[in-house]
């Protein structure tokens, strides 16, 4: 690790690119979430499988988020 100081524009970049990785992983996480649990919007299922499906959409999608969210900042590590 080096303590030279980043300029103006390493640390515009490093903000893109954390704006980049969380709206990224929101919209990642939403569109999982929507995969998972929409047939229980959509149809009349029984309580039990409604439940599951939004506890499971709502797991996948909340991992599968923080993993996009690392990998996009671990990839912004390695070229930085």
């Known amino acids: 690790m080096t303590t030279r100081r980043r300029s103006q524009a390493e640390r515009d970049a490093i903000t893109v690119e954390i704006g980049y990785a969380l709206l990224s992983a929101c919209f990642l996480g939403a569109v ?21 499906l939004l506890v499971a959409g ?10 996009r969210v690392i990998h996009v900042l671990r990839r912004l590590g390695h070229h930085g």
């Open 32 to 52: 999982v979430f929507a995969t998972i649990a929409g047939p229980a919007a959509v149809w009349d299922l029984p309580p039990a499988v409604e439940k599951f």
């Open 58 to 67: 709502a797991s996948v999608a909340g991992v599968l988020a923080v993993i």
